[in-house]
């Protein structure tokens, strides 16, 4: 049974190629901690990140606003960490709001580098998956550090055959551990999980519900 004891509302975004469905054990877990929940789908093959910030993600927060929530909070996997910050360029969310990004590119991916050289992975991922490389000038490393107070967790567990030849050191298989750090993040854990289901990861449950409460993570 939902009870929805906090006056708080987390919104859930997922990553690029998956729907909001890859985000529903997560918000089940949030939702019996208490908190009102929205799972945010969007089409992250279709658009760039700031259409779906403008489009999608601005009209989620609106409707959390305008239902009188006193905090907001994210919570988001890969790409959709990306959006938020995105979002948080030009808006703001109420004081004692938190963010756990999972897996997050946010200094972009090593194997976005490599695949968006194939014209069928441009074709079939979309204008979003172009704009996450490591490059300087790529949108996440353009993007000023996400004023909302961040917690950001990713794995160890690259899946990725060849991911030995792409990274020079801990990866989740799509993004590096360092890579996934972010100027100004409040709290930052590795754990060993994989990319495509961290956001499954019992354990990740738990931290994320620890995190929005306390804005930290548990230290064994």
């Known amino acids: 049974m939902n009870n929805f004891r906090r006056n708080e509302c987390v919104i859930l975004l997922h990553g690029?190629?998956?729907?909001?469905r890859s985000m529903r054990k997560l918000g089940?877990?949030?939702q019996n901690a208490g908190y009102h929940t929205v799972n945010c789908g969007y089409p992250s093959t279709a658009k760039s990140i700031e259409r779906i910030a403008g489009e999608h993600l601005a009209k989620v927060v609106a409707q959390c606003s305008e239902a009188?929530?006193?905090e907001i909070h994210f919570v988001?996997?890969?790409l959709g960490g990306i959006i938020v910050r995105q979002y948080l360029q030009s808006h703001t969310v109420p004081t004692g709001s938190r963010m756990v990004m999972l897996a997050p590119p946010n200094q972009g991916s090593e194997v976005v580098d490599l695949l968006r050289k194939v014209p069928v992975y441009r074709l079939v991922m979309g204008p979003a998956a172009q704009q996450i490389g490591t490059e300087p000038e790529s949108l996440p490393n353009r993007l000023m550090p996400a004023n909302i107070e961040t917690g950001i967790m990713t794995g160890t567990r690259g899946l990725v055959p060849f991911s030995a030849r792409i990274f020079n050191g801990p990866n989740d298989g799509k993004v590096s551990v360092e890579r996934a750090q972010l100027a100004g993040m409040r709290d930052?854990?590795?754990?060993?999980?994989?990319?495509a289901f961290i956001m499954r990861n019992p354990a990740v449950l738990e931290?994320?519900?620890h995190f929005l409460r306390y804005g930290k993570f548990i230290r064994q």
């Open 16 to 20: 690029l190629g998956r729907t909001k």
């Open 28 to 30: 089940r877990r949030l």
């Open 68 to 70: 009188g929530f006193e």
């Open 76 to 78: 988001t996997h890969s």
């Open 188 to 195: 930052f854990l590795v754990v060993p999980a994989g990319h």
């Open 207 to 209: 931290q994320v519900v």
